[in-house]
């Protein structure tokens, strides 16, 4: 899982926890809200850890979630029940007081990811046609699975490792297959509305998506000069 670890300036113990995280195999970014290093590591993040409390974890609460629809686990350094009310209400998913464990941490993470897990069906698309096939979408010839309900995406069975918003990009792409989509629009579907990103995170999105999907004999995303992307 990539997190995104986001820490105050002094904040020793949360870093610890970040430590820990990486030591259970999680690829882990720690960075501040204000760092210019931020907006990218938001819009590639599998989930978003903030470790603050008070005013200053609110706020960073609020600016995550209007950039990204990540899990976001809150890290307190101390139980304050107005501070955890209203952490949740800006966006948290989770509000834990340190100190916790890194394995409950993770499995608060996965918890929250299981949550947010899409549980529409979609389809099978085979060379630009449309059937019915469960929570499957079938990308032929290349033989790409996409399975919506459980988030994976496969090929002859092996399964092909992608962060959340690289699902997103793809489903938002496969699902309207063969229709040219603009950068904007990926923004909004792969990122949400309200994400204030500039278009060139679609774009090093989309050129980390091919990185994983594509094949010597098979070409899925392409360009559509000064427009956005196709999926083919």
Not at 132 to 146: F, M, Q
Request: aromatic fraction near 4%.
């Amino acid at each position: 899982m990539q997190i995104l670890f986001l820490t105050p300036p002094a904040g020793n113990q949360a870093r610890r926890g970040a430590d820990a995280l990486r030591m259970l195999g999680h690829q882990v970014t720690e960075s501040t809200l204000s760092s210019p290093a931020a907006a990218p590591a938001l819009a590639a993040a599998d989930a978003v850890v903030v470790a603050s409390d008070g005013a200053a974890g609110t706020d960073a609460c609020r600016e995550v979630r209007r950039a990204t629809g990540a899990p976001l686990l809150v890290l307190a350094s101390r139980h304050d029940e107005v501070d955890t009310i209203t952490d949740l209400a800006v966006g948290a998913d989770d509000v834990v007081a340190l100190p916790v464990s890194a394995r409950e941490i993770d499995a608060r993470l996965r918890a929250i990811l299981r949550r947010s897990r899409t549980t529409g069906s979609a389809c099978t698309l085979s060379c630009g046609t449309h059937e019915a096939s469960g929570s499957e979408i079938v990308v032929e010839p290349s033989g790409l699975r996409i399975d919506a309900r459980r988030q994976t995406v496969t090929r002859e069975g092996e399964q092909i490792p992608l962060t959340a918003t690289e699902f997103r990009l793809l489903i938002a792409l496969a699902e309207r297959r063969g229709v040219p989509q603009s950068r904007e629009s990926l923004l909004t579907l792969a990122w949400g509305h309200g994400f204030h990103g500039k278009s060139r995170i679609v774009d090093n999105a989309v050129q980390r998506l091919r990185g994983k999907i594509d094949t010597p004999a098979w070409r899925h995303v392409h360009s559509v000069r000064g427009f956005g992307y196709v999926l083919r």
